[in-house]
């Protein structure tokens, strides 16, 4: 499909977000399980339940649209989940996979903030204000989750550092 207005490029990412939250509540109960950090399974487990309220946000957003949100799988999100996969395989279990997995997470909010703050910019250039309010709270979420990440890497990392 070629992308012509900021319409067409305002439904295309939505669709890739939505992609990516559904991919993200596939992978998080993996993450509680391999996580051994009580505070980082909290995490886990909070953000599973954040991602499916920002994915009945998302049903909000395309209902308003009158718009479908299925017809796209995110390569993005596809590309830095195998990434943390990766990574959970080649750690040992304990402090250091809890470090990895804080690394994983934290590019997988970040790459959640930089399209939910580009939608929402589009959703304002194109008047949809109760769009663009829905989706400043998404990333406002996702900065939330990415700073409690931050906070439980302060605790997990110096632990890393002990001799296994």
């Known amino acids: ?24 509540t596939k992978t998080l109960p993996k993450l509680v399980k391999a996580a051994t950090t009580p505070e980082l399974k909290k ?15 998302l049903d909000r957003v395309f209902e308003i649209l009158g718009k479908s949100p299925r017809g796209k799988t995110c390569a993005g999100m596809k590309g830095v989940l195998e990434e943390g996969a990766e ?12 470090a990895a997995l804080i690394s994983a997470a934290q590019r997988v909010e970040h790459y959640e903030m930089a399209g939910y703050g580009s939608v929402r910019e ?22 939330a989750a990415d700073s409690k990440l931050g906070q439980v890497a302060r605790q997990v990392n110096p632990a890393a550092l002990q001799p296994a």
């Open 1 to 24: 499909m070629s992308v012509g207005s900021i319409e067409e490029l305002f439904i295309d990412e939505l669709k890739d977000l939505y992609s990516a939250e559904h991919q993200i």
């Open 43 to 57: 995490a886990f487990e909070n953000h599973l339940k954040e991602t499916e309220g920002q994915i009945e946000r």
């Open 87 to 98: 990574m959970l395989k080649e750690t040992e279990e304990g402090s250091i996979r809890d």
């Open 122 to 143: 589009y959703a304002k250039l194109l008047g949809q204000n109760e769009i663009a309010k829905l989706l400043e709270k998404t990333l406002e979420e996702e900065k």
